[in-house]
Each structure stands twice: as structure tokens, then as C-alpha cells.
């Protein structure tokens, strides 16, 4: 596994739930290290044994927890190059959700090693589009599930997100676009701020 992913949920338990919480999960599931380097690879088992130990630890499901991880990657002040990479998807949300075929591109232009599932999206008309997740990581679905409802979010957007895990490998999300104005999106522009 990619140490982006780990570090990724490492950062995530100590900004949401403090230091403690990730010395908690370190003890919990065991693990031979209590800091992750983002450009190094581990076993995918270890991942395995990070989320148990956060499952665990904040007593709630993985696909919990890898939804609110999600949801982190997008809204947290320390992940804002993610949102960046993400808003450049498109204006509104509806481009945002149609440009996501496009996003392990982007996302290997950033990370060349990084491994992201297969996205495909479809317009179902009316307001509602499937994006399919096909990947060797499990759980990108729910992981999604958490971005996608920050991104509507971020946009403005009403949407309604579902989940359905068709195996561990492969998820389809459904997403009904209620309101593309729903209200006053956070504000983003091409040029960073000095």
C-alpha cells in the first residue's frame, strides 16, 4: 500500500480525534510503527490493521470511519491541495462529477506510484449519475461516498449519495442532484491566495 493512504489515515485520527486516539489505534491494532511516511510502500495487510484498530478504537464500522476519512480529505484546512486538485475537476459540481474518469490521471501527474481505482461515471438524466469504482483497495467506496458528499458541499450542491458495494472490489455510487444552488459554495479560485 501506497504510505499516502496510511499517513492519510493517520492524519485524519489525530486532526478529528486527537494524538491520544492515534496512540490508541498504534497500541489496538498493533502496528511495528506509529508514523507513516507518505512516499514509502507498506503491506497492504498493515493498512488492514490501521483501520481495524481505528474501527475499534472510535467503536464504529471501517466504512465508517473510511467515509469520514473521505469527507476529511476534502474540508480539513491541512488537506487543502487535495480540494484544489479536486475543484479543478469543474465549475459547478455536475462537471466535478463528470470529470472524475479523469482523476487517477491527475492524481499519478501529483503521486507517479499512487495506485486509484478505475472511476466511470454515467449520466442517468433528471439529476442522476453512477459513478462506478473498480480498484485493488477496498473500501474506495465509502471513502468516496465521504468526498463526493463534501464536494457537494463545497459546490453548493443538494445531493444525495448512496452506496452500493457490489464486492469488495468494486462499488457503484448513486448520486441524485436535488439543487446545483442549494446554497453559497466555499470559494475557490485558479490563483492561490499570497
Request: proline content about 3%; charged content about 25%.
Amino acid at each position: 500500500m501506497h504510505g499516502l493512504i496510511n499517513r492519510s489515515i493517520q492524519c485524519f485520527i489525530r486532526d478529528a480525534y486527537g494524538v491520544s486516539a492515534w496512540q490508541d489505534v498504534v497500541r489496538h491494532a498493533d502496528l511495528p510503527v506509529s508514523e507513516f511516511e507518505a512516499m514509502l510502500h507498506y503491506d497492504d495487510g498493515l493498512t488492514e490493521k490501521i483501520l481495524m484498530g481505528c474501527a475499534k478504537v472510535l467503536t464504529r464500522d471501517v466504512e465508517d470511519v473510511l467515509e469520514d476519512l473521505g469527507t476529511h480529505l476534502v474540508s480539513h484546512p491541512t488537506t487543502e491541495p487535495l480540494r484544489r486538485l479536486l475543484r479543478f475537476g469543474g465549475f459547478d459540481f455536475v462537471d466535478f462529477l463528470l470529470s472524475l474518469d479523469e482523476l487517477p490521471d491527475r492524481a499519478r501527474l501529483a503521486v507517479a506510484d499512487l495506485e486509484m481505482p478505475m472511476l466511470s461515471v454515467r449520466d442517468c438524466g433528471a439529476g442522476a449519475y453512477t459513478l462506478q469504482i473498480r480498484g485493488a483497495i477496498p473500501g474506495f467506496g465509502a471513502v468516496f461516498v465521504g468526498i463526493l458528499r463534501a464536494m457537494a458541499d463545497d459546490y453548493g450542491a443538494l445531493a444525495v449519495i448512496e452506496r452500493r458495494a457490489l464486492d469488495d472490489r468494486f462499488d457503484a455510487l448513486d448520486v441524485r442532484l436535488l439543487d446545483a444552488g442549494f446554497a453559497d459554495g466555499r470559494s475557490f479560485d485558479l490563483a492561490r491566495g499570497a
